[in-house]
């Protein structure tokens, strides 16, 4: 092994699984948000940010399960490390199980330790923000853009360049195989 490939080996050897390097630079997240559609399984017909859903709250209860109510309606958390989708490493897009709406790609997604899935940037546009002080600090709460469903909390103690923490609600989220067989 010459000095360059033993230097890649080693740079790839912390990303536990992930077929991709993890992205260095503020250029490389932009070409992952924009190639975010390269994830989808194919033929895969999915909504806009644009095209708002607005339920009422007993239409979103015939919609959603248990927990996915809480969480996505009235802003509970999920109980740490309960969440299969920890562990999703194939390729794929995470989308909003209240409307379907892309959020996240598989190559956005990283091992926080939290217990919660991570990802350190999102699909673009896809998210609003607010500020909430549930817990004495404020902390800033995302949702759905499409359907205002609560997904999960903002930090900034992410891994870079962007230093965010995406960390969001398991079953807020419907994990889409890019290979569907898979
Ligand atoms: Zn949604």
């Known amino acids: 092994m010459d000095r360059r490939s033993f230097l890649l080996a080693a740079a790839a050897l912390p990303l536990c699984g992930h077929a991709n390097a993890q992205p260095k630079t503020m250029k490389d997240i932009q070409t992952l948000q924009q190639n975010w559609k390269t994830f989808l399984p194919a033929g895969a017909t999915v909504p806009a940010p644009t095209e708002a859903l607005s339920l009422s709250k007993d239409e979103w209860k015939k919609r959603l399960q248990g927990e996915s109510y809480k969480v996505l309606r009235e802003e509970s958390t999920e109980r740490a490390g309960t969440s299969p989708l920890n562990a999703e490493k194939r390729p794929g897009i995470f989308a909003c199980a209240g409307c379907g709406l ?60 962007t230093g965010q923490r995406w960390c969001n609600n398991g079953v807020a989220l419907k994990f889409l195989p890019k290979d569907a067989k898979a």
């Not at 330790?113 to 350190?120: A, D, E, K, L």
């Not at 609003?128 to 759905?144: G, S």
């Open 102 to 161: 892309p959020l996240f790609t598989s190559e956005m997604k990283y091992e926080s330790g939290t217990g919660w899935p991570s990802f350190f940037t999102t699909i673009p546009g896809v998210f609003e923000t607010k500020k909430d002080f549930f817990l004495i600090y404020p902390r800033t709460e995302y949702h759905c853009k499409r359907c205002g469903g609560h997904h999960g909390h903002l930090f900034d103690d992410g891994p870079p360049p």
